[in-house]
């Protein structure tokens, strides 16, 4: 039986999403679409009569305005919300900035399919020459974290990331859960990718085929140990879900339509 329920929320679209490029650790705000999305999803979770105790954030921009927007749209303004670097989107290191139908045209449908879905591929890291070092090194909120700026991470594979979101799910977000609290995780694709292969214990293997779309909560109702009871359901209609995880996942072939 259900004791628990969580949601994990990748946040709306943001700027660089409707435009193909690695986002990841640069600070885009959601686009106009984006806004419409996050305010849908608190609609939507609204109508499911949904109320939030606690709700955790990165420290990225778009995952932030996403929480605000869901919670304005549910009335629930009031709710503590927490932010915390281990929640970021991946790292995705030297790729960042790059579009993806451009880097598939490149290197490989394949190669491209591997740095953005597997376990244990690592992107080339990040260096001082990259367009966008300066901007996320020297932004003042990597001085806030838990670990020096010079120990964050330059790269990242999934399992790197599942690595530096661990200690944060089980030493702050689990004591929350178990609290009986109803918990919000507005945070990105690739951490919630990871999170979900942790919780639902998904292979190395399966977690390749696991994508999620912006906007669309992700509810988990779990057992006492926090193990899931049922499938993890995305809210809402259905076929429009089936369509924008299609949509994510063509953006890494060469005629993904939003070069
Ligand atoms: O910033 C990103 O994710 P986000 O939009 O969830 O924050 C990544 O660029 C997502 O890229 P991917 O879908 O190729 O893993």
Redesign the pocket.
Known sequence: MSKYRLFLL??GE?A??KEN????WVDQKLSEDGVLEAQECGKLLKEHGVMFDRVFTSI?S??VQTAWLVLGAMGQEWVPVTKSWRLN??H?GALIGLN?AEMAQSHGEERVRLW??SYDITPPPIDESHPYFAEIYDDRRYTTCDVAKEALPRTESLKEVLGRLLPYWNNVIVPEVKGGHTVLISA???SCRALLKHIENISETDIVSV??P?GVPVLLELDEDLRPVKPRQLLGDQAKIQAAIKK?ED??KVNSGNK
């Open positions: 990748r946040h943001g660089w999403n490029r690695f986002c990841s990225l778009r995952s989107e991946r995705y993806r953005r879905r990105h694709g690739n994508t999620l912006t994510v953006q890494g």
